[in-house]
Nanobody
Framework: QVQLVESGGGVVQAGGSLRLSCAASGSIFSINAMGWYRQAPGKQRELVAGISKGGSRNYVDSVKGRFTISRDNTKNTWYLQMNSLKPEDTAVYYC??????????????WGQGTQVTVSS
């Protein structure tokens, strides 16, 4: 079985920074694409940032220049550094990854979600 465990959410004032972490554990052959999603109240879940196995990154326009996604393959962990936070960044943030394991080909797994609240 594969599990994703997130950490790093919290409450911060506008202009502040937070770093989210997501650690994958279990029977893992390889972690392919990794990403961070968020869902604000009354809104659909959206992809905030993604990083491929090869290191290519993509971001939703609203966070470009402020958020940075990175990964540490030796630890099966990836991060979302969030700077210059705005109240509109308030949401539950979820990590996700496409993971291959002994039991299955590439399957998407999700973290439990962590609340990020940005006060004005």
């Amino acid at each position: 079985q594969v599990q994703l465990v997130e950490s790093g959410g919290g409450v911060v004032q506008a202009g502040g920074s937070l770093r989210l972490s997501c650690a994958a554990s279990g029977s893992i052959f390889s972690i392919n694409a990794m990403g961070w999603y968020r869902q604000a109240p009354g809104k659909q879940r959206e992809l905030v940032a993604g990083i491929s196995k090869g290191g290519s990154r993509n971001y939703v326009d609203s966070v470009k220049g402020r958020f940075t996604i990175s990964r540490d393959n030796t630890k099966n962990t990836w991060y979302l550094q969030m700077n210059s936070l705005k109240p509109e960044d308030t949401a539950v943030y979820y990590c996700a990854a496409d993971i291959s394991s002994p039991r299955s080909d590439s399957t998407k797994y999700w973290g439990q979600g962590t609340q990020v609240t940005v006060s004005s």
